[in-house]
């Protein structure tokens, strides 16, 4: 059974920081490209920010110098470092697993930015 499961979402300021993790689970989690994205209310779902299985990284306009993407092979776990953070990052935030045809969400973690 496949899982991702997504955590360290929360209410942050404006100008705070987050780091989302993501653990995945019933995959071999180096041969996936990884990514984030996100939906905010009345919005489409995103792409924020997706890392290759090499390790090549790409980022939306709109967040570029402000989150980093990374994985850690061994625990099987994806992050997004979020800095700088804007009431306009609000968000249901998702893993995405995706190698060749097959792809595979997380249930989603909510991102506040609010003072």
């Known amino acids: 059974q496949v899982q991702l499961v997504e955590s360290g979402g929360g209410l942050v300021q404006p100008g705070g920081s987050l780091r989302l993790s993501c653990a995945a689970s019933?995959?071999?989690?180096?041969?996936?490209?990884m990514g984030w994205y996100r939906q905010a209310p009345g919005k489409q779902r995103e792409l924020v920010a997706d890392?290759?299985?090499?390790?090549?990284?790409d980022y939306a306009d709109s967040v570029k110098g402000r989150f980093t993407i990374s994985r850690d092979n061994p625990k099987n776990t994806v992050y997004l470092q979020m800095n700088s953070l804007k009431p306009d990052d609000t968000a249901v935030y998702y893993c995405?697993?995706?190698?060749?045809?097959?792809?595979?969400w997380g249930q989603g973690t909510q991102v506040t930015v609010s003072s």
């Open positions: 995405h697993a995706g190698y060749g045809l097959v792809d595979y």
């Open positions: 019933g995959i071999t989690f180096s041969i996936y490209a």
């Open positions: 890392i290759s299985r090499g390790g090549r990284t």
